[in-house]
Structures are given as structure tokens and as C-alpha cells.
T-cell receptor, first 117, second 111 residues
Framework: GAVVSQHPSRVICKSGTSVKIECRSLDFQATTMFWYRQFPKQSLMLMATSNEGSKATYEQGVEKDKFLINHASLTLSTLTVTSAHPEDSSFYIC?????????????FGEGSRLTVL | AQRVTQPEKLLSVFKGAPVELKCNYSYSGSPELFWYVQYSRQRLQLLLRHISRESIKGFTADLNKGETSFHLKKPFAQEEDSAMYYCALGLGGGSNYKLTFGKGTLLTVNP
């Protein structure tokens, strides 16, 4: 159990377009989901914390108007990269925390590789 | 601010040798610490957490509050242990909970 699925796993888009990435918890409810960005051979950088039914909390330096996060249900959070530019090309990873669990055990998605041409 | 430091970017050992992946943290309170692992072409997954005091796949990690460390150890490394290992510090509660990751250590176990 505790599977998190991201879609799409790979996406290529033109500069200036918007891209939406979905993060779903398949067999559990997740009040809180997290979005990370991972650069090649580097660690995960937390971008924002997504809470169901409320606004996301963004980390310092992350543009909230650029990276729109919506967590409309207990099993789905979406990250929309608006007006994408080549520098937004990266590996985006989501993780989910099972509702009711007050620990740091997170379940990770497989990641989504975004390439902006 | 809280910080997690993994001083070694790369660590290479031979099969059967002991391995220790270092992790130090900076936090004045009672931390919640984890080791996550990412095998090649797989997603990140939890390896172990300090509150469980368990041994997973032969790995153990002891929280040393005096040295603010949470080093990951295994007495006899196996080739299948080759992976990226991340130390993580959990802070906050409820919707404010946040997990901060170290930069990771790439472990290679040679035959």
C-alpha cells in the first residue's frame, strides 16, 4: 500500500506555455503533499507544502505565481508551471503524508521530468 | 534555521566492508530524523527512522544528540546497497510539518 503516482512522467513543452503535473495518492488519503525540485546530481529542494482545502505554503525564493499548486481533494495535488522557460526544466517530485499520521514518513512519487524548449 | 549536512557526496566501498554514511543536523530541539534511499531508476523511499530503532536491510542509525549526528551504518556492505542515501530532518506539526533533506551521498559497493 501507500502508492503515490505522478503524471506525466515526462513532458516537453515550448517556452511560454503552461504545464500541469498531477500527484495522486492511490490507496490512502493525504491531507498534506509536498512538491520538490531536483537538479541533476543534487538534493531535493522543497518548493512548497500543499494542504488539502487551503493555500499552499511556499518556501523562500519560490515564486507562487509561477508554480501554482492546487490540492482540491485528499488524493490529488497539482503543480502548474506557468509560462515555462528553459530554466524551469527540472525533475519535479511530489510526496504525500498519510492523513492522521504525525510522522515524517513520506511516500514519494516517481517524479516528472520537465523539459522546456 | 534547521540544516542537514551529509559531508560525503560519494562513498565507495568493497563488498563485505563496513560502511558508514555520515549525517549531522543543526536543530536545538528534539529532532525527528530519517534516512531515505533512492535505488537506480526507482523512487525515493524510507529506509529507517530514528524513533523506530530498527535495523532495515542490515542498516542501523543511532541518534547522537551530543554530536547532533545520525550516521547510517552497515557492518557488511552488499552490491545491492549501491544507491543514493538522503538524511532528513522532520520538524513542525500538522500542516506545518516539513522534511528537510541533506544533499545526499551516493554509495557504490564494488564487487
Amino acid at each position: 500500500g501507500a502508492v503515490v503516482s505522478q503524471h506525466p512522467s515526462r513532458v516537453i513543452c515550448k517556452s511560454g506555455t503552461s504545464v500541469k503535473i498531477e500527484c495522486r495518492s492511490l490507496d490512502f488519503q493525504a491531507t498534506t503533499m509536498f512538491w520538490y525540485r531536483q537538479f541533476p546530481k543534487q538534493s531535493l529542494m522543497l518548493m512548497a507544502t500543499s494542504n488539502e482545502g487551503s493555500k499552499a505554503t511556499y518556501e523562500q525564493g519560490v515564486e507562487k505565481d509561477k508554480f501554482l499548486i492546487n490540492h482540491a481533494s485528499l488524493t490529488l495535488s497539482t503543480l502548474t508551471v506557468t509560462s515555462a522557460h528553459p530554466e524551469d526544466s527540472s525533475f519535479y517530485i511530489c510526496s504525500a503524508r498519510r492523513t492522521g499520521l504525525n510522522t515524517g514518513e513520506l511516500f514519494f512519487g516517481e517524479g516528472s521530468r520537465l523539459t522546456v524548449l | 534555521a534547521q540544516r542537514v549536512t551529509q559531508p560525503e557526496k560519494l562513498l565507495s566501498v568493497f563488498k563485505g566492508a563496513p560502511v558508514e554514511l555520515k549525517c549531522n543536523y543543526s536543530y536545538s530541539g528534539s529532532p525527528e530524523l530519517f534516512w531515505y534511499v533512492q535505488y537506480s531508476r526507482q523512487r525515493l523511499q524510507l529506509l529507517l527512522r530514528h524513533i523506530s530503532r530498527e535495523s532495515i536491510k542490515g542498516f542501523t542509525a543511532d541518534l547522537n544528540k551530543g554530536e547532533t549526528s545520525f550516521h547510517l551504518k552497515k557492518p557488511f556492505a552488499q552490491e545491492e546497497d549501491s544507491a543514493m542515501y538522503y538524511c532528513a530532518l522532520g520538524l513542525g506539526g500538522g500542516s506545518n510539518y516539513k522534511l528537510t533533506f541533506g544533499k545526499g551521498t551516493l554509495l557504490t559497493v564494488n564487487p
